[in-house]
């Protein structure tokens, strides 16, 4: 099961969600990003983050609705972090839950009590050296799948959530449970094939909030508003006995709220939120259990992947919840609800041990060959190369390398590569152009110019930059390209040292930048053509003239001729006539 998804359209790759993922767990493919599960350790820092909301969380809410449609007994534990996310008191919030439909509700701190007595009991007997908490889910996830050696050292114990389940399940055979909490990674652990059979279902704070006001604005069910009297009877709401327990989410909590009632004995007690500080804590007692060298005193680590422990984590963030300001509505005091604890020692007899499992996936380890060969992909030859930017995601090149590696990553990932590739691609063309291209600013001054346009206006590349082309300054071209927003093409002639040559000039503004590129063409071979080829029609129109004239001067010396020659017929024809008829 998907607890986290993506929604492919809103994805830009922009590799935040990568940047800010402690155990990397995120594949970039297809140019979309995409959650491996195996590795996932659901801290929700990647919905957090992501700019563009193209993650979300997977939603339980249409089945505890249907759920509870089927007339089933569901009981809600809520989770003693309710205080911070909403003002509201537990009776107000219960009472809004029964008008949902659900049974009853009950608060997770009961769990949480349970759990802090197991935790003193493993104290007392002092076998373990170290003691890692097991209320957070993220943590046991993040040391099962990524850091498996150190599984022997979290408390074989079920988490709050878990605890209360199972006490509810014992007092209530045909109860389900659905537990309302903060927490994303607390969906996965129902489904942890060790821990099936507590929970039914996870709802967030969130989906609560949706829910509620989804019925109260169609009317729909007995939904009363907060400012309308809950209506609740004191006595069917369940206390708690020991109420230090709900400070479980704040940091120190776990330690805070042990220590109301018992001391840590020879174990000193350490607090570790977030969870860079986390992985740094568990690879440091990886390496220790590896050689063998623990430390020298007995640790009890009250460890939390959310900085600031749960009142802190990313449903509240998303939320906008200031929960810097909520702390304080976490308190040990007992609350109104808090009567005579109608419970007993008995709860605490319940069984809470729980077992662990390597999850750690099996894969073939990169050699230093394939890794070379991975950076030079990624144009890093030299070690000078590996600028360990942390654009893709990965801190530094060879991590990024690892990465493609096990097909988490591609190598189009590398940014300033790519970035270096096309420019060096863009100046081949620009260098290589048949026609001049000059850069100039505001004020006509040149930024850039390439070997042809140097060429074409006879000056030095080098020298030129940030000095003037006299053929171009305060051309008239400038402003019309500035004025019209359009390209401004001229045909000119112009004299440099001496020749003449004909250009075609295109001036474009780029107005983002206020500045003018003008592209030059050579045209003289092109006019050189265009006259030969007139002096050509010229030289043949006049040849054809002067045979026209010629042939004009024949026909008419040809017909004096023949009008010659035709009159002197005449008269010996007209002689020859009259000599005939005369005789």
Known sequence: MSYINLNPGSCQACYRCIRECPVKSIQFKDDKATIIESECILCGKCIEVCPHKAKFIQSELYQVQTLIASGKKVIASVAPSYKAWSESGFENLRDRLLDLGFSDAQETAVGASMVNHDYSRIIREGKMPVIITSACPSVVMLIERHYPRVIELIAPTLSPMMAHAKLIREMHEDAHVVFIGPCISKKYEPSDILLSGYIDNVLTFDEIDSWISSELASGRGHIRSHTEDPGFSASDVQGLRDTAARIYPRSRGVIDSMAVTEPFADYLPVAIDGARDCIDMFAY???????????????????????????????????????????????????????????????????????????????????????????????????????????????????????????????????????????????????????????????????????????????????????????????????????????????????????????????????????????????????????????????????????????????????????????????????????????
């Not at 002639?493 to 250009?503: A, F, H, S, V």
């Not at 503004?509 to 002096?535: G, M, N, R």
Request: proline share 4%; aromatic share 6%; charged share 30%.
């Open 285 to 583: 007692l990886d390496e220790c259990l590896r050689t063998g060298n623990m430390p020298q005193e007995k640790l009890f680590i009250e460890a939390n992947i959310c900085k600031g422990a749960c009142m802190n984590g990313p449903i509240f963030k998303i939320a906008r919840k200031r929960t810097v300001f909520a702390s304080h509505r976490l308190s040990k005091a007992p609350e109104k609800h808090d009567r005579a604890f109608s419970g007993d020692e008995s709860i605490y007899e319940i069984t809470l041990e729980r077992q662990y499992l390597n999850r750690k996936s099996v894969v073939k380890q990169p050699q230093p060959d394939d890794i070379t060969a991975i950076l030079a992909q990624m144009g890093k030859h030299r070690p000078e190369d590996e600028l360990n930017c942390g654009t893709c995601g990965y801190l530094t090149c060879r991590s990024k390398a690892e990465a493609v590696f096990y097909g988490k990553a591609d190598i189009k990932m590398c940014l300033p590569f790519f970035r270096k590739k096309a420019e060096n691609f863009s100046n081949v063309i620009i260098e290589h152009s048949p026609n001049g291209i000059v850069a100039l600013d505001r004020d006509h001054f040149v930024v850039d110019i390439n070997p042809m346009a140097a060429k074409i206006y006879k000056v030095d590349e080098s020298e030129i930059i940030g000095g003037i082309i006299p053929e171009l300054y305060d051309d008239d071209s400038f402003d019309m390209a500035r004025e019209s927003k359009s390209p401004v093409m001229q045909n000119l002639k112009l004299k440099i040292l001496d020749m003449e040559i004909y250009i075609e000039k295109t001036m474009v503004y780029i107005e983002e930048h206020d500045t003018f590129v003008a592209f030059i063409k050579d045209t003289s071979a092109e006019e050189l053509h265009k006259e030969q080829i007139l002096k050509m029609r010229i030289h043949t129109a006049d040849v054809t003239q002067n045979v026209i004239e010629k042939q004009m001067r024949v026909v008419q010396e040809i017909a004096s001729l023949l009008g010659e020659t035709a009159a002197e017929t005449k008269l010996a024809l007209n002689n020859l006539k009259e000599t005939i008829v005369n005789d």
